[in-house]
């Protein structure tokens, strides 16, 4: 008898209890609908979803149809998927967590949306956000705050929290973020997930409500490493509405499950950036510090080798972030090719109009998006939009030298130096390193490092994510690094806020779809 359990399967382990008839599409996403309606607005009240799909249920259905009569698409088939909602839904409104856009409704799906039904995969909800994808708290002025399933008093991060929170709680097995500054890898370190920023070109983002051409990207949230891989076969490819997907062409492998390998830290060279690390300013930083030294001497206890690095351009970097960003610099001409491509019926069509009618925005991305209407005519001739991509192609080129002098195939580093914060409206994430990626365009990949210590509001502690930042195009080495680390730790527990619901764990016999038994525990 096999056992399968909701809140720890993976993409896997769903479709091997339904090649044998023990589970369908249907039944998976009664059972996830179950969690949302007990555990999202009641109980804990996570507050995670904006808005279910009303149409989910015949889609599976449709999906269980289809594997018996010509057997599944991928391994995505008849599995249910979160987004981050500021991804094009033709079926449902994008409303980028801001109210001002509760019902706007593009024309079609974002260009990865498309990918992954046509993969066979279930869009079950969309998720709350930073609003706009702006604050690192996941507050929005259509939701609220979402709160941390580990911790309810703490945020999960963000801007892609909602997603982070609903994966955590069991909502769904695997999701989509976007990522700017930090915002997959952000609530992956918070949520005991795991979070995949790809390399600039790699996935489109067409059809995604922007900030920066630059700095933009999508990808995957996730429980497990093997279940990032999947979800990045099919959320890369070329896109011609998407210029930068050129760089991507023939750099993916047919797929990225075959670097899964437990071994894959035997005889890897990695570099610890010791200047990532907490300077013992706060609290925090002893122990998010000492946690970090237990993963890596877990490393090199599965066979790797570390050098400690202090990178001085790391540093500079740390000292003046801002000077490496381009959002503000960038927001008018992407947001208002965004609101153009929803037809001449949307109730936007320049930011300018959308600043001028979202009074109810947050105070915080109002002032950001007031800043990029004042800078974005001239960004094209702002000698300062030149010196910061000057600054972050220097940075780039500096991370990729370490690298090459001392042999290394990864740099490693804590994603947050301290745990992330209190929920507040005046709530700040601080000392967060995903600029390492954000300012580079490399590669990075965040995935469980452990918690802290329990406490009244967090029962198994708070949890730490760690970091893997590679070379261009390198996401498939990060997953053989990250799966050997995952695999190697098991560091990943379920929340406590969030317990298992009837239904959700049984057994079954492995014995073919028509002898298939199964039992509930």
């Known amino acids: 008898m096999t056992t399968f359990d909701l809140q720890t399967a993976s993409v896997h382990d769903v479709q091997a209890a339904m090649d044998v008839g023990a589970l369908s599409a249907e039944q998976l996403v009664r059972l996830l609908s179950a969690r949302i309606d007990a555990y999202d607005q009641r109980g804990p009240a996570i507050n995670s979803i904006i808005t279910v799909n009303p149409g989910v249920l015949d889609h599976a259905r449709a999906a269980d149809i289809e594997r018996r009569h010509s057997g599944p698409r991928s391994p995505l088939h008849g599995i249910p998927v979160v987004l981050k909602d500021n991804y094009n839904t033709a079926d449902m409104p994008t409303t980028g967590g801001s109210s001002a856009l509760a019902d706007n409704m593009a024309p079609d799906d974002a260009f990865t949306v498309k990918r992954l039904r046509d993969a066979g ?11 706009l994808a702006r604050n690192g708290t996941t507050l929005s002025s ?19 929290g ?10 769904a097995l695997v999701g989509m973020g976007t990522d700017t500054i930090q915002s997959i890898r952000s609530p992956a370190s918070a949520n005991s997930a795991v979070g995949l920023r790809p390399t600039f070109g790699l996935i489109s983002r067409e059809g995604i409500i922007p900030w920066s051409y630059t700095q933009d990207t999508a990808g995957p949230i996730t429980r497990c490493v093997a279940d990032a891989a999947i979800m990045t ?22 797929t990225y499950t075959a670097f899964l390998d437990k071994r894959g830290l035997a005889a890897a060279r990695l570099g610890v950036v010791t200047n990532l690390f907490g300077d013992g300013s706060h609290v925090d930083h002893a122990l998010v510090n000492a946690q970090t030294m237990k993963c890596i001497e877990a490393m090199r206890a599965l066979g790797a ?29 992407t947001f208002d090719r965004y609101l153009a ?36 005519d001239r960004a094209g001739r702002d000698p300062e939009y030149i010196a910061r991509l000057g600054r972050q192609v220097a940075f780039r080129d500096a991370l990729i030298a370490v690298m090459d002098r001392h042999g290394l195939d990864a740099l490693f580093y804590t994603h947050q130096r301290r745990l992330v914060v209190p929920a507040s409206a005046e709530a700040v994430q601080l000392e967060r390193n995903g600029f390492m ?25 708070v949890p ?34 969030t317990p298992a619901l009837p239904g959700e764990r049984f057994e079954y016999r492995c014995a073919g779809a028509s002898q298939a038994a199964t039992r509930p525990l």
């Open 121 to 131: 995969a279930l869009i079950l909800a969309k998720t709350n956000l930073g609003e």
């Open 142 to 160: 259509l939701l609220g705050q979402t709160r941390n399933p580990y911790d309810l008093t703490r945020t999960p991060g963000g801007s892609s």
């Open 162 to 171: 909602g997603t982070g929170a609903a994966i955590a709680a069991g909502f």
């Open 233 to 254: 076969d099919y959320m890369a490819g070329f896109d011609h509405q998407d210029p930068a997907t050129w760089h991507g062409i023939g750099r993916a492998p047919k």
């Open 305 to 333: 080798t570390t050098i400690e690095l202090d990178i001085p351009e790391v540093s500079a970097a740390l000292s003046e972030p801002t000077l490496f960003e381009v959002l503000e610099l960038e927001v008018k001409w």
């Open 341 to 376: 491509g929803l037809g001449p019926g949307a109730r936007y069509h320049t930011l300018a109009e959308y600043v001028a009618a979202a009074a109810d925005t947050l105070p915080s991305t109002y002032k950001s998006l007031r800043l990029g209407l004042e800078k974005g």
């Open 437 to 461: 990626a954000s300012s580079t365009g490399l590669p990075a990949i965040t995935l469980p490092g452990g918690f802290s210590s329990p406490t009244d509001s967090a029962p198994i502690g």
């Open 464 to 497: 730490i994510g760690v970091e893997f930042l590679g070379r261009p195009f390198s996401e498939a080495q990060l997953f053989k690094l990250a799966y050997a680390f995952e695999q190697g730790t098991l560091f990943r527990r379920c929340p406590a806020s």
